[in-house]
């Protein structure tokens, strides 16, 4: 059975994207920590980050910093957070979280709860850094 970030992929289901390529696919997290907080995944479905080829890895690392980039540009932050988990979706992923400071990265804060017009303004934003 397809991960739900397969069917995100698939455009089964609906996200907010950020970028694609033939390899990488970035969209908002609709749990987020923070405004703009996005994840980056492989098209290919593989469960544990480390289970990727290195040409896979490297291309996840290279296409996340991009995004990063933009991302801070987009929204005010000292730094953009990285975080591996991992352990709900079995789709090896990237979280990028904007950070003032390092507590706004912790997983157990309570989620933002966004309008889809929040979700769709931020979308926007970010978008446009990648121009």
Do not use: R
């Not at 920590?33 to 996005?38: E, M, R």
């Not at 890895?57 to 910093?65: H, I, P, V």
């Amino acid at each position: 059975m397809a991960s739900i970030f397969t069917k995100i992929v698939n455009a089964e289901i609906p996200s907010y994207k950020i970028a694609e390529d033939e390899n990488f696919y970035a969209f908002l997290d609709i749990f987020p920590l923070a405004k703009g907080h996005t994840l980056v995944i492989p098209k290919k479905e593989v469960d544990y980050l480390f289970d990727l080829d290195d040409e896979l890895y490297a291309g996840l690392q290279m296409f996340a910093k991009k995004v990063a980039v933009a991302l801070k540009e987009a929204i005010p932050c000292v730094k953009v957070g990285v975080a591996v988990l991992g352990l709900e979706v079995p789709h090896a992923h990237i979280h990028l979280v904007p950070m003032n400071s390092e507590k706004d990265i912790n997983f157990a804060n309570p989620k933002l709860e966004l309008s889809k017009e929040e979700f769709q303004e931020i979308q926007q934003k970010i978008t446009d850094q990648l121009k």
